[in-house]
């Protein structure tokens, strides 16, 4: 659909809706969207990373669908198509992930179902992909998911290191270290901890970008 | 009867479905700014939970279940429907707050006005999708039980959004470093209200 354009694939606008949810308009500490998800599987790494790909799955296919189906709704009852699309692909990534990764898929529980109920998603449809072209929308739905991905690699990244002292399931805190006095701090691995990480990612985020700190 | 009330006093303190799962976390932080209003979608988010996880749990059970079309002829005993759930939860709560808005609306025209936008978006709530899932996975074993679960976990999450919403009220007039302001400190009060809310971990009915 998009070579019927005279814009090339990846212009600059393109690229800008690609990589600006990286940072200046991330999904989880600038929008407030998909907090749910983002706190409870990040005890561990690899959780997160499944969960993070999972998402950017739904987020990128779910734009992409309602970009094409968005002439052809009634605004009245569009929540719910919104929601019948969304639930199927991620009934697909469900079924996917309990084939090839069984045992992520048991410690991710009800959280994969609750892709559905992920603001991210829908905000992203809601806020974009009925506005805007298939390759677009696409384009956004991959810029959001990733950087959605991005904020659960940094959270797990430090909750699994300073809480069972592993990385991706490998141990890096040396043997010597425990020997010595080291003990993990369980507490990390705790819920409340996920929200005071993410606290402390948006302080040190908004000192760095003055622009978004809150009037 | 025992166990009815043990599941209600659990749902609501220790397994507070902000506090332990961080369902909800959305509209949690997006409507926590006044207490008025805080109140008006807490009770909203109560009902619609007291009735959908015992409306879900039914159909789990009746319906989608590995066996539960047994009861229709026992020639449907190995349809395993379970890989429906999530579109059958959400179509449910969706029709439902569809049912409830219109309903507020004709009967109670003030009530809707002061809810507003809060009210459709309920349906993506995602306390209430999580309450239908939980209900699933955890297998209550009546629809007693799965009842106390939902208006529990409901009560649970209105008491955590009100409680924010009076410390909201209060910081605005607390020196807070520019950076943190708004969302920020309520990611951290948040996790420090966690933090007090372990306390209660452990308690038996």
């Known amino acids: ?215 | 009867m025992e166990s009815i009330l043990n599941i209600f006093i659990k749902s609501i303190f220790i397994d507070n479905m902000v506090f332990a799962f961080f369902f909800g976390m959305c509209s949690y932080i997006a409507v926590s700014k006044s207490v008025k209003t805080a109140m008006g979608l807490g009770v909203a988010v109560t009902f619609v939970m007291a009735v959908t996880v015992p409306l879900n749990y039914l159909l789990n059970e009746f319906i989608l279940l590995p066996g539960a079309l047994s009861w229709i002829s026992p020639s449907l005993a190995s349809v395993d429907l379970s890989f429906l759930s999530f579109i059958v939860f959400i179509a449910v709560i969706a029709s439902f707050v569809q049912l409830v808005e219109m309903a507020v609306e004709k009967f109670s025209p003030t009530l809707y006005n002061q809810l507003g936008i809060f009210l459709p978006l309920i349906a993506v709530n995602c306390a209430i999708m999580g309450g239908s899932l939980f209900m699933q996975e955890r297998a209550y074993a009546n629809i007693g039980e799965a009842t106390a679960f939902g208006l529990g976990s409901g009560i649970g999450w209105w008491l955590a959004i009100v409680m924010m919403a009076a410390i909201r009220e209060k910081i605005t007039y607390s020196n807070v470093p520019a950076p943190l302001k708004g969302v920020g400190i309520t990611f951290i009060l948040t996790g420090l209200m966690g933090i007090a809310f372990m306390t209660f971990l452990g308690i038996q009915l």
């Open chain 1, 1 to 215: 659909m998009s070579s019927k354009e005279k814009e090339p694939l990846f212009s600059a606008k393109n690229i800008k809706l690609l990589t600006s949810p990286f940072s200046q308009s991330n999904p989880v500490i600038v929008q407030i969207l998909g907090i749910c998800s983002a706190l409870a599987v990040t005890a561990k790494m690899k959780p997160a990373f499944v969960m993070a790909i999972s998402v950017t799955v739904v987020t990128a296919f779910s734009n992409l669908i309602m970009s094409l189906l968005r002439k052809t709704i009634p605004s009245r009852i569009r929540i719910i198509v919104q929601l019948v699309v969304i639930a199927a692909l991620v009934i697909l990534v469900d079924q996917v992930l309990k084939a090839y990764v069984y045992d992520v898929s048991k410690q991710l529980s009800v959280f994969v179902g609750l892709i559905i109920t992920n603001c991210i998603i829908m905000g992203r449809v809601e806020a974009f992909a009925l506005g805007n072209k298939p390759w677009p929308s696409f384009l956004d739905g991959i810029g959001n998911g990733a950087g959605y991905g991005i904020i659960l690699i940094i959270i797990s990244f430090f909750r699994e290191l300073l809480g069972s002292g592993t990385l991706w399931g490998y141990q890096v805190i040396p043997d010597w270290c425990y020997q010595h006095g080291y003990s993990n701090n369980s507490l990390m691995l705790l819920p409340p901890m996920a929200l005071i990480i993410v606290g402390l990612i948006i302080w040190i985020h908004r000192s760095y970008n003055k622009n978004l700190i809150d009037k």
